[in-house]
């Protein structure tokens, strides 16, 4: 198996869209296809899928039990900063870590703008699914669409905060979305995703860093689009693109295979 930073990454949210009936449709769905990929076929990409918390340990559980040939990561939407504590309706990222999460969503551009989270929240989200033996997957992106170095610039200080409460050697996965692509008919332009994203790359926090660190696409990111960003994209996060599993496998085979 090919070390992580010679691997691509590419996986999925639900985020609150599914029943728990559509939510087993849908796992069921990308397992059968999954199914009729070769293990080697998809060898260098690592896959996961991010239901919500109610569905999240009997996704696990269907994937464990499943004849894919392949690896599923199953990850968490978001997590509170603390192991335990009197915390109401919040979740514990070290229960995530024994319920079986590989991958933790912290600072989607929804949590920041609808619950006022701040990049010093994000920045402890990330630290404790760290210090809890699972990736952070960090999403940031710039708020309005604009030049590149506004974007890169607005992005550097959420990156800053993030990789500043992690250790460096430990992996961390970054989710550039442009906020104002979220949702959008259609993706950023491909010129522009990939100019932000190498500004990403050229920050001084990240190329000090000792530990894996890999840059998806999401924001509007469905089949096709992979080709166009190959160059400097580690692989994609999609999210309503992603919720067709014939659709999900096709781009996860062409992340793989480009």
């Avoid at 996961?48 to 994937?63: C, G, K, M, N, S």
């Avoid at 039990?65 to 504590?85: K, L, R, Y």
């Avoid at 590149?148 to 050697?169: F, H, K, L, N, Y």
Wanted: with cysteine; net charge negative.
């Amino acid at each position: 198996m090919a070390e992580p930073r010679n691997r691509r990454l590419i996986g999925l949210s639900t985020k609150m869209y599914f029943s728990l009936t559509r939510n087993r449709e849908v796992t069921s769905g990308i397992l059968e296809h999954l199914a009729k990929c070769t293990a080697s076929s998809l060898s260098h990409v690592d896959i996961f899928i991010i239901p919500d918390f109610v569905t999240l340990r009997e996704t696990a559980q269907h994937i464990q039990s499943s004849q894919a040939q392949v690896p599923i990561w199953i990850g968490a939407q978001d997590c509170h900063w603390e192991d335990s504590g009197a915390f109401t309706g919040e979740v514990s990222p070290a229960v995530l870590s024994q319920a079986g999460v590989k991958i933790v969503e912290v600072g989607h551009a929804e949590r920041r703008r609808l619950f006022g989270e701040t990049d010093a929240t994000v920045a402890k989200k990330a630290a404790a699914v760290s210090r809890n033996g699972m990736v952070p997957l960090v999403c940031v992106g710039e708020q309005t669409k604009g030049d590149i170095g506004a974007a890169v610039d607005e992005c550097r200080v959420q990156v800053e905060a993030v990789i500043a409460e992690v250790p460096s050697t430990a992996e961390v996965a970054l989710a550039y979305e442009p906020v104002w692509a979220i949702g959008a008919s259609e993706p950023a332009g491909e010129e522009h995703v990939l100019e932000v994203v190498a500004g990403i790359r050229q920050l001084d926090c990240v190329k000090a860093r000792e530990g894996v660190t890999r840059i998806v696409y999401g924001g509007s990111a469905g089949p096709g689009l992979y080709e166009r960003l190959k160059t400097g994209l580690d692989g994609l996060f999609l999210g309503r693109f992603g919720h067709d599993p014939e659709r999900f496998v096709k781009t996860v085979q062409e992340v793989a295979e480009t």
